[in-house]
T-cell receptor, first 115, second 115 residues
Framework: AQTVTQSQPEMSVQEAETVTLSCTYD???????LFWYKQPPSRQMILVIR????KQQNATENRFSVNFQKAAKSFSLKISDSQLGDAAMYFC????????????WGAGTKLIIKP | GEEVAQTPKHLVRGEGQKAKLYCAPI?????VFWYQQVLKNEFKFLIS????????ETGMPKERFSAKCLPNSPCSLEIQATKLEDSAVYFC?????????????FGDGTRLSIL
């Protein structure tokens, strides 16, 4: 079965601190891409970061970085120096290379930033 | 255009009525995806198109739901004889190609409320 599990329905962090959102997934395929999307209250879906499964190096985008553990099928998102604008729902998803290109989604983690 | 444009932003229908949602993908993007986000934030894949051809419709309910992407027209998702359970936010996304590393760019969604 193709599934994505985000075990933290809600997380809170103090402004300027670091927070890590967890994500595990299950697939029998070896070639895929992983994504983190952010959905603020405005409902817009914003791509935060993506990771190629064949790359061992963890992706980084400014304050956002991932810890990708392929053997463990884990893909956590670390947000450094949290800002009020980071408050949103965060969705983890993956997409198989040799398949129908749809995104397989987790249920999301609500991130609250405390000022 | 530079963004995925979804209309209307909010659609209210009485149970049993028809609902039609529209999506204009980013110019030059050949793949279009429809997702349904229900109240618990879960994303469900519905259907994808490669240009005007259905690419994958494994997520589409067999009854009542239909979708089209015609040349020179916005894509559309139509629900006949709506039910209360159809209440959700419907997102359209487009990507430049079908390659798995291509991010899907999302519209702002259409909130469908069935009364």
């Amino acid at each position: 079965a193709q599934t994505v599990t985000q075990s933290q329905p809600e997380m809170s962090v103090q402004e300027a601190e670091t927070v890590t959102l967890s994500c595990t997934y299950d697939t029998s395929e070896s070639d895929y891409y992983l994504f983190w999307y952010k959905q603020p209250p405005s409902r817009q879906m914003i791509l935060v970061i993506r990771q190629e499964a064949y790359k061992q190096q963890n992706a980084t985008e400014n304050r956002f970085s991932v810890n990708f553990q392929k053997a463990a099928k884990s893909f956590s998102l670390k947000i450094s120096d949290s800002q009020l604008g980071d408050a949103a729902m965060y969705f983890c998803a993956y997409r198989l290379v040799y398949s129908n290109y749809q995104l397989i989604w987790g249920a999301g983690t609500k991130l609250i930033i405390k000022p | 255009g530079e963004e995925v444009a979804q209309t209307p932003k909010h659609l209210v229908r009485g149970e049993g009525q028809k609902a039609k949602l529209y999506c204009a993908p980013i110019k030059g993007h050949s793949y279009v995806f429809w997702y349904q986000q229900v109240l618990k934030n879960e994303f469900k894949f519905l259907i994808s198109f490669q240009n005007e051809n259905v690419f994958d419709e494994t997520g589409m309910p067999k009854e009542r739901f239909s979708a089209k992407c015609l040349p020179n027209s916005p894509c559309s998702l139509e629900i006949q004889a709506t039910k209360l359970e159809d209440s959700a936010v419907y997102f359209c996304a487009s990507s430049q190609s079908g390659q798995a590393n291509q991010p899907q760019h999302f519209g702002d969604g259409t909130r469908l409320s069935i009364l």
